[in-house]
């Protein structure tokens, strides 16, 4: 079986791009319904593990990080990952 994959990104079959993301799951759950483990998404990509775990938790930024997501469908914008750093802050500020 071939399956199609999307030019100029190696590793990402054609059908996980244009699969429609629930609203409810978080980044997290996309990446572990489609990798198994952020870890081995982490090393398919060449990511360091703890830089996603620090983004995704919004306790940082990390421009490369949000580039990559938006590209590979995860995101839709980079906004997606203020909301959630803002929202921290938010947080920390009660």
Known sequence: MQTNYIKGLK???LTMKKRIKEESMTINDRIREDYGTLTHFCRKNGINITTL???????????????????????????????IRQAVLERKAV
Request: charged residues 30%; glycine residues 8%; aromatic residues 2%.
């Open 53 to 83: 775990k620090v983004v995704l938790s919004g306790h940082g930024t990390s421009k490369p990080l949000a580039k990559k997501l938006k590209k590979m469908g995860y995101i839709k914008n980079i906004d997606e990952l203020r909301k």
């Open 11 to 13: 590793n990402i079959p």
